[in-house]
């Protein structure tokens, strides 16, 4: 069974960088079938993909979010991250990380982590 | 980036319903849409993929078709673990994109 969970501080001041990290069980990050994601959600809102990185260190991003997002992946902990700088109140949501299907659906979720972005 | 728009934004039902949810997609995304159930407080779960294809646990009264750009999702006879949020997403080209959600209530 996959299982993913998200780990990081909840509460971020503005202008500093949200670091969030997901554990994967039961799946390998070296696979190369999957990619690993990122994706977030507001409160009341709808999701909004970050990005997404495959086992080779090569990733995509929402250009939305490029210049300030980075991904990366450590498959001797089985773990991949996410780091955003220059946060501001509009970065204020639940970050889910996901396997995502080399197609780019989603198969397996994280329970989500709540990040607040407040002095 | 492409724009994902479902309708209607909520949905008033009863048990036993055939509900239908649209996706419209603001260019072509061939069959490359996705659907997902998310349920207060938890993360979205997939439902089906490639348009049409049930993702393996998920009951037959799912149901995903259409093509290019409008798609729907319809649930044959709505049960009580049903009342959920349902989300597309295409995945033709990066950013990856969602709809809104589609909030079915009880009605």
């Known amino acids: 069974q996959v299982q993913l969970q998200e780990s990081g501080p909840g509460l971020v001041k503005p202008s500093q960088t949200l670091s969030l990290t997901c554990t994967v069980s039961?799946?390998?990050?070296?696979?190369?079938?999957?990619?690993w994601s990122w994706i977030r959600q507001p409160a009341g809102k709808g999701l909004e993909w970050i990005g997404r990185?495959?086992?080779?260190?090569?990733?995509n991003y929402n250009p939305s979010l490029d210049s300030r997002t980075a991904l990366s992946v450590d498959t001797s902990k089985n773990q991949f991250s996410l780091k955003m700088t220059s946060v501001t109140a509009a970065d204020t949501a639940v970050y889910y990380c996901?396997?995502?299907?080399?197609?780019?659906?989603?198969?397996?979720w994280g329970q989500g982590t709540l990040v607040i972005v407040s002095s | 980036d492409i724009q994902m728009t479902q309708s209607p934004s909520t949905l008033s039902a009863s048990i036993g319903d055939r509900v239908t949810i649209t996706c419209r997609a603001s260019?072509?995304?061939?069959?490359?849409l996705a659907w997902y159930q998310q349920k207060p407080g938890k993360a979205p779960d997939l439902l089906i993929y490639?348009?049409?294809n049930l993702e393996r646990g998920v009951p037959s009264r799912f149901r995903g078709s259409g093509s290019e750009t409008e798609f729907t999702l319809t649930i044959s006879s709505l049960q009580p673990d049903d009342f959920a949020t349902y989300f597309c997403?295409?995945?033709?080209?990066?950013?990856?994109?969602f709809g809104q959600g589609t909030k079915v209530e009880i009605k």
């Open positions: 490639g348009t049409s």
């Open positions: 996901a396997r995502e299907h080399t197609s780019g659906y989603a198969l397996n």
């Open positions: 997403q295409q995945y033709k080209t990066y950013p990856e994109t």
């Open positions: 990185i495959y086992t080779s260190g090569s990733a």
């Open positions: 039961g799946a390998s990050t070296s696979s190369d079938n999957y990619y």
């Open positions: 260019q072509s995304i061939s069959a490359r």
